[in-house]
């Protein structure tokens, strides 16, 4: 960090400032200029308490210069990071192939999703998402098929080699969801569960992390510092929108926080076109755009019946679509350096 001292600040509350920088284990470097003085802060202040110095007489302002979360930031690890997706196809995320990841909001029954399962593969896709445990705004709406979904999930792996991605909502879920999938999905309203957090960093399966509706980037880069410092450095996040006074659409999709995440964090970033918008006929040319401002991959809404849809019918689009869909994504990718 950095501290700026008021003009006019006397010797003392210099030295004041510098000693409360040395009793935090830091050292100072004074820089006297003709307007002010500036002490820099040497050494790691992340875990330090900043806000005390704000209140200290002569001090005028401090700016942090770290970012506060340390495992996630590229000032820690400069190579990115590649997370394995598990399941038969060798997908993963963060390297030069694209996790393209599709399939129904939730997991509805057996021969539905097994028939999108194989229309998801056949479109190139590596994974297959769907909700057994679904967060519903409405306690009175479809809440999935809890453990059955998750069975219906594994057999579609082993039907079609796809790595299973599902949402796991609560600490007393953990263990059951990692037992049949090959990637825990935090939702968007759990971003901030704190515990979830510590709790899926405690498993060997990657995460999914999506950005809560409100959360900035950095906080999103500090939920994922939870997931990390249990031990799990498999985290994949996953940009689905935020909550804007925009009204056309269900969230609005903010992409440059792609380009952003790559600059300031080493871990894959996704994109969800179908939460981000809400509506079908947007999801495509946001996949596009999504790959085209150098996303590692896409979570999709794919549904063979979207107007009989338990949940989020409106946002899914066809494996008709999807077919079509990532011919166009191919040639995308290949302008940018990546493949499908
Ligand atoms: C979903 O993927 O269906 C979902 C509920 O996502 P989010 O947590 O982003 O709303
Ligand atoms: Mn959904």
Known sequence: MIIVMEQGATRSQVDYVVNLIREMGLREHIIVG????????????????????????????????????????????????IVPL????????????????AGPCSVEDRSKLLE???????SGATGLRG?????????????????????????????TGL?????VMSIDQVQLVARYADVLQVGARNMQNYNLLLAVGEQSKPVLLKRGLSATLEEFLLAAEYVISRGNG????????????????????????????????????????????????????????????????LLIECHADPAHALTDGAQSITPGV??????SLRRIAAAVDRVI
Do not use: W
Not at 260 to 269: G, N, Q, W
Not at 322 to 327: A, D, E, P, V
């Open 34 to 81: 003709a307007e002010r003085t500036v002490v820099g802060v040497i050494g790691d202040d992340r875990q330090k308490d900043k806000d005390k110095l704000e209140n200290v007489p002569g001090v005028e302002k401090v700016i942090p210069v770290l970012a506060p979360y340390k495992m996630a930031s590229r000032e820690v690890k400069k190579e990115r990071t």
């Open 163 to 167: 790595a299973v991605v599902t949402e």
């Open 234 to 297: 498999h985290v994949i996040l996953c940009e689905r929108g935020i909550r804007t006074f925009e009204t056309y659409c269900r969230n609005t999709l903010p992409l440059a926080v792609v380009p952003e995440a790559h600059r300031i964090s080493h871990l894959p970033i996704i994109v969800d076109p179908s939460q981000g918008t809400g509506h079908a006929h947007l999801v495509p040319d946001m996949c596009r755009a999504a790959v085209a401002c150098g996303a590692d991959g």
């Open 322 to 327: 999807l077919q079509s869909l990532t011919g």
């Open 116 to 122: 999108i399962a194989h229309a998801v593969k056949e």
């Open 86 to 101: 598990g399941g038969r196809l060798g997908g993963s995320a963060g390297g030069k192939k694209l996790a393209l990841i």
């Open 131 to 159: 909700g057994a445990f679904k967060p519903r705004t409405s306690p009175y709406a479809f809440q999935g098929l809890g453990e059955k979904g998750l069975e219906i999930l594994a057999e579609a792996r082993e039907q």
